[in-house]
């Protein structure tokens, strides 16, 4: 079993990430990788429906959201878009995860719910864009559990104890390494897009208005996913993280314990606490919720 990164990346070899984890999931568990690959396929499912239903138009209870991920789908449909590729369909399924948590929907937290948009929307855009097979995705899932796991075991991943770094943050590397894999990056070069995206988001507070995981993170979900894609071209074209990605993990787990508590899920600090996130908070706690808009 693996304790960090540079140990993943040596288990690896010439192999993948995904195949050590694998590995350590059936010998940690006892149960036959088959068993294990059709668990995480049908994780990979439940991504696909959240997407899917995301770009529907779904909007929160709340009526602090909503609707953000159709208004893009139809944006990049005109072909007017800035950027092309993979990029702008990660970021509309980011958000389109999102909608569909903030709408009460099924998904999958990865690593949480708060930044359950990053890793299926780089995945599925990267998934249309190279043409791979479901079964490709699922074992970069595996690599993207990976990471997550070594951030779990050696930082954090909760919003509440290390800020929006420690979930979006953790989010986007486990996506920078997936999608590196995926597209046919080495284990040391998926190691040092985690690295790259981690190092990107260092320092962002965990501040949602009015206590939801609505604004700002859905957007950030959006900026998550941008934030892979760029990490893992880099890593694929050689760019390699000054920093080793352990010594970032570790970084990131210092600057969430030096955070303010205000700036740490608490909604007093940071976006919150602006005129406009004091008013939601009145809004939502104090009266009677509003309706979904039409």
């Known amino acids: 079993m693996f304790r960090n990164i540079s140990e993943l990346v040596e288990q690896a070899g010439d192999g993948s990430i ?24 049908d994780q990979l499912q439940v991504m696909k429906r959240s997407a899917r239903e995301g770009l529907q138009g779904l909007r929160a209870r709340s009526g602090l959201c909503g609707g953000d991920a159709l208004l893009l789908d139809r944006y990049i449909q005109k072909g007017s878009r800035l950027t092309g590729g993979a990029f702008p369909r990660a970021v509309n399924y980011a958000v389109a995860v999102n909608e569909a948590n903030a709408h009460m929907g099924i998904i999958c937290a990865s690593p949480t719910a708060g930044a359950c948009g990053v890793l299926p929307g780089v995945l599925l855009a990267a998934q249309e864009h190279l043409g791979k097979s479901d079964e490709a995705i699922t074992m ?17 991943i909760s919003g509440a104890q290390g800020g929006c770094q420690a979930e979006v943050g953790s989010a986007a590397a486990m996506a920078a390494a997936a999608v590196t894999e995926l ?11 985690a690295a790259i995206a981690l190092k990107n988001m260092l320092g962002l507070p965990c501040d949602p208005l ?13 900026g998550g996913a941008a934030n892979a894609m760029a990490a893992a071209e880099m890593a694929l074209a050689g760019i390699k993280s000054m920093v080793p990605c352990d010594e970032v993990i570790e970084t990131m787990y210092r600057i969430g314990i030096n955070m ?5 899920e608490t909604a007093q600090g940071g976006l919150a606490g602006t005129p406009t996130g004091r008013r939601w908070k009145s809004l939502l706690w104090e009266n009677e919720s509003p309706q979904p808009q039409p």
Not at 183 to 193: D, K, P, R, S
Not at 260 to 264: C, D, E
């Open 18 to 41: 995904s195949g050590v984890m694998l590995e350590a999931e059936a010998e940690s568990t006892g149960k036959a990788k088959e068993e294990i690959i059709s668990r995480m396929a």
């Open 140 to 156: 970069a899932l595996f690599c993207a559990g990976a990471v997550g796991l070594v951030i779990a075991n050696n930082a954090c």
């Open 183 to 193: 597209a046919g990056g080495t284990a040391e070069q998926a190691a040092n897009a």
């Open 210 to 222: 009015a206590g939801l995981v609505e604004v700002p993170c859905i957007k950030r979900n959006a």
């Open 260 to 264: 303010s508590p205000s700036l740490r």
